[in-house]
């Protein structure tokens, strides 16, 4: 469905390209162990930001199954954080999970927007968190 939601065929590419350039952001975190007094900002707002679009992307019919929620248990697995910290990151991405589901029940053009400037935002904190050398 948000495929559809906009004529622009530039927009259709544009949103097809997002999920692979945050994906691929991801996939340059650095390996290294968070701990919670070190763990940055950026963390926990990317693992809202991956409950939101796990959610939305669902809702609008992209058709990507798990590739969210395994986007978040890959980065967990590239930060190694110690248990409480798993377990808050955890949280952050269920609570977003559930606060977008109940916000978007229905796949709308604002819930295909939403989901466009979550991938923009998951995009940005990825790679700001990347190019920060956390742990080195």
Same mark, same amino acid.
């Given at each position: 469905m948000a495929q559809d939601l906009c004529g622009n065929g530039t927009e259709r590419r544009r949103r097809r390209l997002l999920p692979l350039a945050l994906a691929a952001a991801l996939a340059a975190l650095p390996f290294f162990?968070?701990? /919670? +007094? #070190?763990?940055?900002a950026g963390v926990t707002q990317l693992a809202e930001v991956l409950g939101g679009i796990h959610h939305l992307r669902t809702l609008c019919g992209t058709n990507e199954g798990q590739l969210w929620r395994n986007k978040m248990i890959?980065?967990?697995?590239?930060?190694?954080? /110690? +248990? #409480?910290?798993?377990q808050a990151l955890i949280k952050h991405f269920?609570?977003?999970?559930?606060?977008?589901?109940?916000?978007?029940p229905n796949c709308t053009p604002t819930a295909a927007n939403q989901a466009d400037r979550l991938m923009r935002d998951g995009h940005r904190l990825a790679e700001e968190l990347a190019a920060s050398g956390l742990g080195r």
């Open positions: 162990t968070i701990r /919670a +007094e #070190a763990m940055p890959e980065m967990m697995g590239t930060l190694r954080p /110690a +248990e #409480a910290e798993k269920n609570d977003a999970y559930y606060r977008y589901r109940n916000a978007y």
